[in-house]
C-alpha cells in the first residue's frame, strides 16, 4: 500500500462516453500527477498540480480534462476517447520543497483503460 | 526531450548473478531516480542520488551517477527471481515539480 489510491482499477470505455478516472493521496504531499504508460514507450507525464500551479504537457489532447480541488484529491475526465487512449493511467504525488528538487514519487496502482 | 533513456531494454540473468542497468539523460538535473514496476501496477520508488553525489547503496542496490557524462548505472546484486520487474530511472525538471522517465529495462532473473 502506497498512499495513493486509484480508481476504477479497469475501466472499458466506448468513444462517445465520458469517465472519470480519481486519485487520492492520504501522505500529505503538496504535489500530484498523471502519467500514461503505453506500451514500448516512455511514461508520459501528462498533467502536473504543484504548490497550486497547474503544468501541463501541451502534447496532450484536449479530451483529456484533469481536475484537482484539493491538494489530496485528483481527477482525470475523460470525453469522447480514441482506441489509441488505451493505456495504463498512473497518479502519483510527492512533496515538493521549492528550490530542492524533486523527492520520490508514489504511484497508485494505476488503471487499465481500453477504449473501444 | 528531457526523458531518460534505459539501456539494455530487456535483460535476462540466472538467479544469483548481478544485474546491471543503465540510464542516460539529456539535460542537467537536481537528481535522479530509480523505480521498479511489476507488471500492469504502479512504481516503486528504489533510491534517489542527488546531482553532488556519485554513488549511492541501499541494501542489494548499488546507484551511480555521473553528471559529466549524464548517465546512471544501476546494479542488483545477487538477484533473486523476485527481482523480476521493469526498472526505469526519471529525471527532474529544474523547478524539481516534474520527473521524466524512459521506456525502462525489462528484467528476468531465472530461478
Known amino acids: 500500500e502506497t498512499g495513493v489510491t486509484q480508481t476504477p482499477r479497469h475501466l472499458v470505455m466506448g468513444m462517445t462516453n465520458k469517465k472519470s478516472l480519481k486519485c487520492e493521496q492520504h501522505l500529505g504531499h503538496n504535489a500530484m500527477y498523471w502519467y500514461k504508460q503505453s506500451a514500448k514507450k516512455p511514461l508520459e507525464l501528462m498533467f502536473v498540480?504543484?504548490?497550486?500551479?497547474?503544468?501541463e504537457n501541451n502534447s496532450v489532447p484536449s479530451r483529456f480534462s484533469p481536475e484537482c480541488p484539493n491538494s489530496s484529491h485528483l481527477f482525470l475526465h475523460l470525453h469522447t476517447l480514441q482506441p489509441e487512449d488505451s493505456a495504463l493511467y498512473l497518479c502519483a504525488s510527492s512533496h515538493i520543497l521549492p528550490g530542492q528538487g524533486g523527492e520520490k514519487l508514489f504511484f497508485g496502482s494505476g488503471t487499465q483503460l481500453s477504449v473501444l | 526531450s528531457q526523458q531518460g533513456e534505459e539501456d539494455p531494454q530487456a535483460l535476462s540473468i540466472q538467479e544469483g548473478e548481478n544485474a546491471t542497468m543503465n540510464c542516460s539523460y539529456k539535460t542537467s538535473i537536481n537528481n535522479l531516480q530509480w523505480y521498479r514496476q511489476n507488471s500492469g501496477r504502479g512504481l516503486v520508488h528504489l533510491i534517489l542520488?542527488?546531482?553532488?553525489?556519485r554513488e549511492k547503496h541501499s541494501g542489494r542496490l548499488r546507484v551511480t551517477l555521473d553528471t559529466s557524462k549524464k548517465s546512471s548505472s544501476l546494479l542488483i546484486t545477487a538477484s533473486r527471481a523476485a527481482d523480476t520487474a521493469s526498472y526505469f530511472c526519471?529525471?527532474?525538471?529544474?523547478?524539481?515539480?516534474?520527473?521524466?522517465f524512459g521506456t525502462g529495462t525489462s528484467l528476468t532473473v531465472i530461478p
Open positions: 526519471a529525471t527532474d525538471s529544474a523547478s524539481g515539480n516534474q520527473f521524466y
Open positions: 542520488i542527488r546531482s553532488n553525489e
Open positions: 498540480y504543484s504548490l497550486e500551479e497547474r503544468v
